[in-house]
């Protein structure tokens, strides 16, 4: 039996408009993201990482190839099937943590769990508990203007990881943070990886972003390549 990575882009090409042409932004992509490995991509500015996350999340589709995620090939499904395989599988993380305004840190969590059904005990249990273990036990109860930059950050992370995402992606989570921040943030990210096993996919420029990976990707003309460790 062979198992299949939780995350799984082959012979991605996406292509945008271009004047009466278009431009191949990813060209012929291959890309595995093992369950409890943690992956980072950097590469120019308007090389395609944001795109390749959009696609590998399957928030927009290429113009051809495959992603498989958690072992189903997502090319021939419907939108509703592949909302559907996002929101059983996959959670995201943004450059700045996109908090609603009037909830505070646990409500932000706790939102998350009544979309997915669970019960409001349970719910607010493990939120406090990922709270706690993001070093925000004391600041669960402030809106998000009461929150710093990286608490705000690590809230956003804490929301993710409730969802109990099969495959975690992340566009600059750490670009908008201080050196010690961003470790701090890309600890937890690579700890979340390896302690819960999911498949983690960050677009990180800086050392502090990339330092905790298991694999450094840098995408270049369309396709990735592995980075020396420094
Ligand atoms: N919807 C779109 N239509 C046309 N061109 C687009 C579209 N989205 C992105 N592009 C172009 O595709 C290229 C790749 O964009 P993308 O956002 O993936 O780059 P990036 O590597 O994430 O860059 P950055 O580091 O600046 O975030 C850019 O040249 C961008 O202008
Ligand atoms: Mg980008």
Redesign the pocket.
């Known amino acids: 039996m062979t198992t299949t990575a939780p995350l799984v882009c082959r012979e991605i090409v996406v292509t945008?408009?271009?004047g009466p042409d278009r431009?191949t932004?990813l060209d012929n992509l291959d890309l595995e993201v093992a369950a409890g490995e943690i992956v980072t991509i950097a590469?120019?500015?308007?090389?395609?990482?944001?795109?390749?996350l959009t696609v590998a999340g399957l928030l927009r589709r290429s113009d051809s190839g495959e992603v498989t995620i958690a072992g189903d090939a997502t090319s021939g499904l419907s939108e509703r099937r592949r909302t559907g395989l996002r929101r059983d599988h996959i959670a995201f993380i943004y450059q700045s943590a996109n908090l609603l305004p009037t909830l505070t840190a646990i409500e932000q969590l706790q939102l998350v769990g009544h979309i997915r059904g669970h019960r409001p005990s349970t719910t607010r249990a493990l939120a406090g508990s990922l709270l706690d273990d993001l070093g925000l036990g004391d600041r669960a109860h402030q809106l998000p203007a009461q929150l710093s930059g990286g608490e705000r950050q690590r809230v956003g992370i804490a929301r993710a990881l409730i969802a109990e995402p099969t495959v975690l992606i992340a566009?600059?989570p750490t670009a908008s943070l201080d050196p010690a921040r961003a470790d701090s943030v890309a600890a937890i990210l690579a700890d979340a990886a390896h302690e819960r096993g999911i498949a983690t996919l960050v677009?990180a420029?800086d050392d502090a972003g990339r330092r905790r990976a298991d694999r450094r990707l840098r995408?270049h003309d369309g396709n990735l390549l592995e980075e020396p460790s420094t």
């Open positions: 945008y408009p271009d431009r932004i590469g120019d500015s308007g090389s395609g990482k944001s795109t390749l566009d600059e677009v420029h995408l």
